[in-house]
């Protein structure tokens, strides 16, 4: 966190260059300086690589999901339920 002296200095410089060139607060708003920022990128989804009939999916990455392990120990190729 800043101390109570960087934050007075930070405020100086910011009114110093505002001087400098000549900017105003409306001017400043109206280019969106003081609106939200925008929100973080949401983490992109895995694709699924895996479905089966009952619409349980599995994105091939970590361990097999238990209805793909009970699937193949009941003789069932993997391959079987690969999307696309």
Avoid: H
């Avoid at 900017?23 to 920022?37: I, N, R, S, V, Y």
């Amino acid at each position: 966190m800043t101390t109570k002296t960087e934050r007075a200095e930070a405020i100086c410089w910011i009114q110093a260059q505002m001087a400098d060139y000549g900017l105003t607060m409306e001017e400043l708003g109206a280019a969106g300086c003081f609106d939200p920022p925008p929100p973080p990128p949401s983490p992109a989804a895995a694709p699924v690589c895996y479905r089966n009939a009952e619409g349980l999916t599995w994105d091939g990455q970590g361990e097999m999901p238990s209805w793909l392990k009970r699937a193949v120990n009941a003789g069932q190729s993997v391959e079987f339920f690969r999307v696309g």
